[in-house]
């Protein structure tokens, strides 16, 4: 395990093979510990007396959860911090309570910020290892790693694999770690959706353009849908209200990029789907599909917590040295 060097996870797209792999396999061996254990305490307890903080001024379910119980199993102490229940909603800059919270010498930050490049901005100016748990339209680095570990555990592995990502590219920072990171480790990666919701030039990203959702699945062995991210094409909209979307209407997208069941029709034997989560079930997938038998979306929940630990203790903990 000793690919891993990183004192903090800013982007996947810094991320090398050997780095990727090394995090896979961590949680991998922390999966088959956590699936045998029976007790009161986690027996590798590779963070006792550490403590981490969850630094979020966005709002979060899954990936903030995930880091917390990650960190509790390791046996660090956590603090989760939101705007509203810290100095910033009294006028303190993110820089200014950064440097108060290094003070109380935390040993590890999780920062989830609107603007894109503040984690990056943070990891120069505090010496506390950071990780980044998405900043605005630029990277989700932990949820691309889950995301690969679901699709290998999930296909037996990712290289040759044919990665199918749907819906709001161009306001979507896990599309663009997924990218980074699934072509990093040998897979072929296409993106589908509206004209009006796909980055210019995107392929550029190395990834291949489809506008017809029911022609691009058909050679896919994994559907990755994505939430339509309504508060963010508001906010870069005149007035930011939830009327001004990029697309004529929800029915129309749900119509023509939208997986239900009779999209799936169109998939390949052994395919899987998946999502990031929040779901918008109606709209981007159908109930049906997303409790269906080609889901792995509740995989994806579950592996979130063990690739976190997997980061957490390659950060701070043994190295990733046996458990």
Aim: aromatic letters at 6%; one cysteine or more.
């Amino acid at each position: 395990m000793k690919s891993w060097k990183n004192r903090s996870l800013i982007e996947a797209r810094e991320l090398s093979e050997p780095e990727i792999r090394a995090v896979l396999a961590r949680a991998g061996e922390l999966k088959k510990l956590w699936q045998g254990w029976r007790g009161s305490e986690f027996p590798h307890q590779s963070l006792r007396g550490k403590t981490v903080v969850n630094l979020f001024f966005e709002p979060s379910t899954r990936t903030r959860s995930s880091f917390e119980l990650a960190a509790d199993r390791l046996g660090a102490h956590v603090l989760n911090l939101s705007p509203e229940g810290s100095s910033i909603s009294k006028g303190e800059t993110l820089f200014d309570t950064a440097k108060n919270l290094e003070a109380m010498d935390p040993d590890l930050l999780v920062v989830r910020h609107a603007s894109a490049g503040a984690p990056y901005q943070l990891s120069k100016i505090v010496r506390v290892p950071i990780i980044n748990a998405g900043d605005g339209f630029h990277e989700h680095p932990s949820q691309a790693l889950l995301d690969a570990f679901t699709i290998e555990e999930a296909k037996g592995g990712i290289k040759g694999l044919r990665i199918l990502i749907v819906g709001d590219i161009a306001h979507s920072r896990v599309a663009r770690s997924c990218i980074y990171t699934f072509r990093t480790l040998g897979a072929k990666v296409a993106v589908c959706g509206p004209p009006s919701l796909i980055p210019p030039s995107v392929e550029s990203l190395g990834v291949t353009l489809d506008y017809h959702l029911h022609r691009a699945i058909r050679d896919a062995d994994v559907v990755m849908m994505l939430r339509i991210q309504l508060e963010r094409q508001a906010r870069n909209t005149p007035g930011g209200t939830r009327a001004n979307t990029q697309f004529p209407s929800l029915g129309e997208y749900s119509r023509f990029w939208g997986l239900n069941v009779e999209t799936v029709k169109e998939l390949k034997q052994g395919a899987i789907i998946m999502h990031p989560g929040p779901l918008n079930e109606g709209v981007e997938i159908s109930q049906e599909v997303a409790t269906g038998p080609y889901s792995v979306i509740l995989n994806q929940v579950s592996n979130g917590v063990i690739v976190r630990m997997a980061l957490m203790d390659l950060i701070l903990g043994n190295g990733g040295r046996s458990a």
